[in-house]
């Protein structure tokens, strides 16, 4: 091999060399990011509560479970379940593989501990993140949720549903989000200035599980997590 070949070879091997550590360079902010997103993204839903109609979400979070939850005919056996496992389905719409099972949420929401005379949401929401090792806790609460009277296309009284629902960032403790739906449909001929939500819900008389499905589909418009 004479110079000129020697020469050749060694910047051969300086321009390889120098392309082999810009790709790690290149590679390694995109892992370290990945693994940032994958620790952000474990959620976990609590059971709703059945709790008075919140003036503001200091107030919801911050009161005992002794005076906040309630118990009364505007709210139909079984809404709280069916709003959770709405809050859950529309979840793993959303973040799949990133939701923990409901099954596990409300297994360890029935075992865990707190004094209703003393502990709030916030706190139970804490307490049941931790147990769950989530990064972050959603929960909700319904104070009214009452089905239709009649059928799709003649209802002698409308559906009616309100509850709302509060995201917690566990890494602070903190509530980052909160939304609520208050809502009894009307006719179109009642009010006008509905008809866009009203021929979006199919022109009909919804069911409360309808009307509470279509409303929490609003309310994650606005959702601050993203895919």
Not at 42 to 52: D, E, L, Q, R, Y
Not at 127 to 134: H, I, Q, R, S, T
Not at 156 to 184: C, H, Q, R
Request: charged share 25%; aromatic share 12%.
């Amino acid at each position: 091999m004479n110079r000129k070949e020697l020469i050749r070879e060694i910047k051969n091997i300086f321009k390889w060399s120098f392309i082999l550590v810009l790709g790690v360079c290149y590679l390694m902010p995109v892992s370290v990011s990945r693994a940032q997103d994958e620790g952000i993204q474990s959620i976990a839903v609590m059971p709703f509560i059945k709790g008075k109609n919140p003036e503001n979400v200091e107030e919801t979070m911050s009161c005992p479970y002794s005076r906040f939850c309630f118990e009364n005919d505007s709210i139909r056996e079984g809404a709280d379940q069916v709003l959770t496992r709405m809050l859950q389905e529309m979840l793993n719409r959303d973040f799949n593989g990133q939701v923990l099972p409901l099954n596990q949420a409300v297994e360890a929401f029935e075992i865990l501990k707190f004094d209703h005379s003393k502990d709030t949401p916030q706190v139970v929401m804490i307490k049941l993140g931790e147990m769950l090792n989530a990064d972050y806790m959603i929960a909700g609460n319904v104070w009214r949720y009452t089905d239709r009277v009649g059928t799709s296309f003649s209802a002698e009284k409308p559906a009616s549903v309100a509850f709302a629902v509060y995201l917690m960032n566990m890494k602070t403790g903190k509530l980052i989000w909160a939304d609520s739906y208050d809502k009894t449909q009307q006719a179109l001929t009642e009010n006008l200035f509905n008809a866009k939500d009203f021929f979006k819900q199919g022109a009909k008389w919804l069911t409360a599980d309808e009307l509470a499905k279509f409303g929490m589909n609003k309310m994650f418009e606005n959702f601050p997590l993203k895919q």
